[in-house]
């Protein structure tokens, strides 16, 4: 169930443009039933917001909403919208129509919104009726405009009080001795809790700035006379006061109390209690006593400040609560409250989407809470309709299952007159929640409230007979309907006298004679019923377990087959998975230092040519060494020669370790490389392992299970037997009650009671001693 509420930040998005058209006043369908008693549909009334400039510059106009007549609205599916899709694949309309009590447009003023809508509640509140109004609408719709508004447009709030004080005029109770009590008492109050009284209201006073202007300075136009004004010649007054709560979260928190300065410190809750007549209300909740239209403005200024409200993405101060204002006017004669009407103001809080809104988190708990209670309101509109059809079975109305229409539960069964004004956006992101909130309000529109002429007294217990029919009719007990509800025993005992006549023997002997006949002959039919059921019965077990046995045994190979098939495509996954990880890591580190095994190869046989130039060399080298040891004086001459020869050599043998070297480094990398290798091998032995386990676990796994299927199917047949070895019995007992049958019946001896003392009596004293003497002569036989 789609429901809204609108923020004071909403009023930007009412304001845009001049309002300006004429007010067509259309009546809901009303009936007059006997008794006085007046029988409407609920009123609900359609409003609906201009688009911002924001809104007509991300192309939000795609004409999703029309207008037909004052009572007709049409709503078209936008594109891309869920309708709309649903309506393509065959699913649904893509066009709705809907009727109103009075629909309103963009350009609409305040004050004409007033008149149209409220006028008439206002006229029932001053004349000691009850009334309800709420909002109700998408987030940002528009709602707390409508119901507040601002200091320059005022709202249906701020209208109903000023009006209420024009009515009252002259005649305000300047006392705070008489407050308001439970839901529909007052109290009278000594000395010093109206001290307390003034200091709490003093103390809201002192603590609201002025910031602005008190609404009834400025933007409240003179309202039209509601009903005739008390006379100077009436003595009544009246008593204004007004209380302000929310529900948030589903808690009831008293918006008039002191804050607590912390927003670590949790606020305390208030109860939702019954009086005892049916009538809900908040435990102590506070209440303002009021005398002028600024008081009022500081007090629903301060309330404001301590409701819960917080940024989305389709509101910056989206309200996070159900709000409720609620105003007590009490008729005073003579020091005596003779009157109590109470006019309630509801703002509730819009429904949203949350991956539209991107709540989440404290935000994603608030709109949940919001969402169920607006579902509940919805339900009980609901049930409330479906009751009141004719054909329709009566449904139970769950108004307890949320704090809101518990309270209003007496408002929605006829104690007060409840109409609705209903929010909408024509923005065509918003439209599935559009048309979420015009089916709920389709629903709450043929509602039937029935109003009473008088206010109805509380009910006390009724006291009803065994047919349903009341014992007790207009304080007077029925003599008929007790003397029907009495048993024939209870009114046997309330005689003085009772009519007993006694039978003769041969009659009594006879009838108890007939009786037991009979006693036998319902026992037997008893018993063979009863045998008949069990029998029946114990077939529909026999093939109950059968088919169920059946049943489970399919299931098992079907689990069988599946665990197997599963295991082996683990199995096979985990091999290839294996497989594939070794290759990828064998190449991923071969990659940077793989040389091809016939380059290995040519590079050995290069070092080994090196290493035999090497020891050439060095073998020369030696060899001229020796020859250079022993020179001669004839030799001089060549000396320069031989050195020359000497120094290449020694140049050609450091290139060659140099070479050497190089070689050797290239080795050792190498046998790295192969110690990498060989432990790569080690670490895929090891996978292949565990995934060796892997595989064994799974197989007992399995076995475990064959032998739980093996375990069941022997209960089964153990069941089966123990049912065979029921019908052997069934079939013995149906024997024996055949031999049963064809006895004689069992003399029952009789009880002692008024039947065998009469017989006793009447018994002859010869034939009493004639009874008596063989057990003497038996007592004797046997010392």
Known sequence: MSTVNLTNEDSEYMQTGDMDITYISTSSQQTELPGGAEQQTMRVYLRVRPFSKEELSDKEDQDCVGIENSQTVTLNAPKGSATMKSSEKG???????????????????????????????????????????????????????????????????????????????GHLYDGMDLKPYLRNDAQYLDPDQVKQEKSAKAAIFASVKEECAPLGSSGLESCSALTSNPTEADSSQFALWVAFFEIYNECVYDLLQASLGSKSKKRSSLRVCDDGAGNSYVKDLRWINIHTLGEASKVLQFGNKNRSAAATKMNQSSSRSHSIFTIKLLKIEDGTVTQISEFSLCD????????????????????????????????????????????????????????????????????????????????????????????????????????????????????????????????????????????????????????????????????????????????????????????????????????????????????????????????EIYK????????????????????????????????????????????????????????????????????????????????????????????????????????????????????????????????????????????MEETLWQNVENDREIASLKSELAKLSQKPPVQLKPKRGLLANIRDAVTSPRKTSTSRTPRKTDRTAHP
């Open 91 to 169: 699913i649904g309309m893509s066009l709705h129509k809907f009727s109103f009590s009075q629909i309103f447009g963009p350009e609409i003023m305040q004050s004409e919104l007033f008149e149209a809508t409220v006028k008439s509640q206002m006229s029932d509140f001053v004349d000691g009726k009850n009334a309800l109004l709420f909002s109700y609408g998408v987030t940002n719709a528009g709602k707390t405009y409508t119901i507040q508004g601002t200091p320059k447009e005022p709202g249906i709030l701020p209208r109903v009080l000023d009006a209420t004080f024009q009515y009252i005029g």
């Open 576 to 715: 290839d998975a294996i497989r594939e990880h070794a290759y990828q890591s064998a190449m991923n580190n071969l990659e940077d230092d793989y040389v091809p095994v016939d380059e290995f190869i040519a590079e050995q046989d290069k070092v080994e040519t090196l290493k035999r130039k090497v020891s050439e060399l060095e073998g020369l080298t030696s060899s001229i060494r020796g020859l250079c040891a022993v020179p001669t004086v004839d030799q001089s001459c060549q000396t320069h020669p031989y050195k020359s020869t000497e120094a290449a050599g020694d140049d050609q043998c450091k290139h060659l370790y140099k070479e050497k070297c190089a070689i050797d480094s290239i080795c050792e990398d190498k046998q790295q490389l192969i110690i990498s290798l060989e432990k790569r091998l080690k670490d895929i032995n090891v996978t292949l392992q565990n995934a060796r386990d892997g595989y064994l676990e799974k197989s007992s796994e399995l076995d475990d299970l064959q032998r739980k299927s093996k375990d069941q199917t022997e209960s």
């Open 348 to 571: 509730l809080a819009g429904s949203e989407r949350c991956n539209k809104t991107k709540t989440f988190g404290e935000r994603l708990k608030e709109a949940g809470n919001i969402n169920n209670s607006l579902l509940i309101l919805g339900k009980c509109l609901t049930a409330l309709h479906n009751n009141q059809t004719e054909g329709m079975k009566n449904s139970y109305i769950p108004f307890r299952e949320s704090k809101l229409t518990k309270l209003f539960q007496a408002v929605f069964c006829g104690k007060g007159r409840a109409s609705m004004i209903v929010n909408i956006n024509q923005c065509a992101s918003t439209y599935d929640e559009t048309l979420h909130v015009m089916k709920f309000s389709a629903v709450a529109k043929q509602v039937v409230q029935v109003i009473p002429d008088k206010p109805l007294k509380s009910l006390g217990p009724c006291l009803v007979g065994r047919d349903g029919k009341p014992l007790v009719k207009n304080g007077v007990i029925d003599t008929e309907a007790l003397e029907s509800f009495l048993s024939e025993e209870e009114l046997l005992d309330e005689e003085d006298e009772a009519n007993m006549s006694l039978a003769t023997e041969n009659e009594l002997a006879n009838m108890i004679e007939s009786l037991r006949t009979k006693l036998l002959a319902e026992r037997k039919r008893n018993l063979v019923q009863e045998m008949e059921i069990r029998n029946e019965m114990g077939d529909a077990m026999l093939q109950q377990l059968m088919e169920s046995e059946e049943l489970r045994s399919r299931q098992i190979e079907k689990l069988k087959e599946s665990s197997e098939e599963k295991l082996e495509n683990t199995f």
